[in-house]
């Protein structure tokens, strides 16, 4: 007879959904594509032989146009989308550069993913310069003694 601590080990885990396998693993891989559970065996598309998947095309199609990068979807043909946005006259659907954020300090050449804005002046700083008192805030009211 089965303690509870056998069954609760019994209930751990997944059992393989590949149609000639399905062992129990206990740390099993979902596909992104067919939302499947599989062993470490058949995790890969090629391994299972998923239904959903054609290898995934990571390249990022160029118009040939207007030579900008166009966003790509997962949902919808890369030529659907290169003829949506050639049919827009190469003004949707392109990639979007990411804003630089530059530090407002004078002189200063620091480039930021996430500025520090002032709330005294509005300027966005980097690390160094973040304070008041190093970036000479035009707001700051110095105290006089």
């Known amino acids: 007879m089965a303690n509870s601590q056998d069954v609760d080990l019994m209930s751990v885990g997944k059992h393989c959904s590949f149609h000639d396998c399905h062992r129990l693993d206990f740390l099993p891989f979902t596909c992104s594509k067919c939302d499947q559970i599989f062993c470490s065996d058949h995790r890969k598309s090629a391994d299972h032989r998923c239904p959903v ?5 990571v390249r990022v199609p ?3 146009l207007c030579n900008q ?3 790509k979807s997962k949902r919808q043909d890369v030529n659907v989308q290169m003829e949506l946005h050639i049919m827009s006259g190469c003004k949707e659907l392109l990639v979007r550069k990411k804003p630089v954020h530059r530090c407002a300090q004078r002189h200063c050449r620091q480039i930021q993913p996430v500025p520090f804005v002032c709330p005294k002046c509005g300027g966005g700083f980097c690390v160094r310069h973040r304070h008041f008192s190093d970036h000479s805030c035009g707001n700051l009211v110095q105290a006089v003694a």
């Open 53 to 57: 998947s054609d290898e995934t095309d």
């Open 62 to 64: 160029i118009c040939p």
């Open 69 to 71: 990068p166009i966003v």
